[in-house]
């Protein structure tokens, strides 16, 4: 059932994303979560990402957030998780610019009652460019 409950938070945050619900998106993160995109820029507390989170998607027209492939792991006895999740975004930046990213998040899950919420996600990013894929690409050991 814990494995079940994790992919349905993790389907529901990019969904949240598509839609733009900000406060289904919000919902999935623990109170005291944590939400690190690289280059040393994290943000600690529920309330904290969701502000970041909503001026961030406010550059945006569009995005389409579709999660690839990944892997969970689970301490039932202890309510606590791990796992890494390949995501895909394409999107219009409301310069009516196009783009394309490709990253995985490093997350950490955390069960409060009955219910899976991210402790915290580390987006690393592999490529972000050029819907052509054009640019250049990180490796998993490079990122």
Same mark, same amino acid.
């Given at each position: ?102 990253? !995985? !998040? ?20 592999? !490529? ?16």
């Amino acid at each position: 059932m814990s494995q079940t409950s994790i992919t349905d938070l993790i389907h529901d945050y990019a969904d949240a994303v598509v839609c733009r619900d900000g406060a289904r998106w919000a919902a999935t993160w623990d109170a005291d979560g944590v939400w690190d995109l690289g280059g040393g820029f994290k943000v600690e507390g529920r309330d904290a990402i969701f502000d970041l989170w909503k001026g961030a998607m406010g550059g945006f027209e569009t995005v389409i957030q579709t999660v690839l492939n990944g892997r969970v792991e689970i301490d039932e006895a202890s309510g606590r998780g791990h796992g890494r999740q390949y995501i895909q975004e394409h999107f219009e930046k409301s310069k009516g610019e196009f783009g394309i990213m490709v990253a !995985y !998040y490093d997350d950490e899950y955390v069960r409060r009652g009955d219910q899976w919420l991210f402790a915290s996600r580390k987006l690393v990013p592999l !490529y972000q460019g050029l819907p052509d894929l054009s640019g250049k690409f990180l490796t998993a050991d490079s990122a």
